[in-house]
């Protein structure tokens, strides 16, 4: 089984926030820091099935209630889906309305198919 590249586990160990003061396991990372991780995807396999807006405030992180989510399509290759899940994701962080600030981060829902 492929695991995601050594760029994209770096770029995660470097720029991401544990959301654990809202009891989730998930992982934020700032809008350039998001777009970087996306594109070091490159395993066919690996998807991004969605993903979640947070907002980081002086004390907690907390939901800016935005996601975005990316499902198969009928008759959709494997490889072509998580290339379109990768494009679905970029456009919507990208399109975000975001100061760059560090104040919004993203956190990417991946899996394996």
Known sequence: MSTPSSQFLEIVRRY???LHDVGSSEIG???KACLA???A???PR???LGGDVWRLTERESEPAYANWHCEPTDGEQVADYAIRS???AREYV???PDEDDGTTIYSLVMGRR
């Open 86 to 88: 990768r494009q679905v």
């Open 37 to 39: 991780a996306i594109d």
């Open 29 to 31: 990372l700032p809008l």
């Open 46 to 48: 690996t998807v991004i």
């Open 41 to 43: 995807l490159t395993d």
């Open 94 to 96: 990208s399109s975000y």
């Open 16 to 18: 991401g926030i544990r």
